[in-house]
């Protein structure tokens, strides 16, 4: 198992694409037995 490190930004001013990948990363992470 891996612990990932992943940088979210401060600001919510971010483009209306990132949220989706960001939870589909979550669910591979976790898929993979992997934390944050």
């Known amino acids: ?3 990932i ?3 979210c930004s401060s ?3 971010i ?3 990132y ?3 960001a939870a ?3 669910r591979e992470l976790a ?3 992997h934390t944050l």
């Open 1 to 3: 198992m891996a612990s």
């Open 31 to 33: 898929r993979r037995d």
């Open 19 to 21: 949220p989706p990948v």
């Open 5 to 7: 490190c992943v940088y």
């Open 24 to 26: 589909a990363l979550g």
């Open 15 to 17: 483009a209306d694409t």
């Open 11 to 13: 600001s919510d001013a």
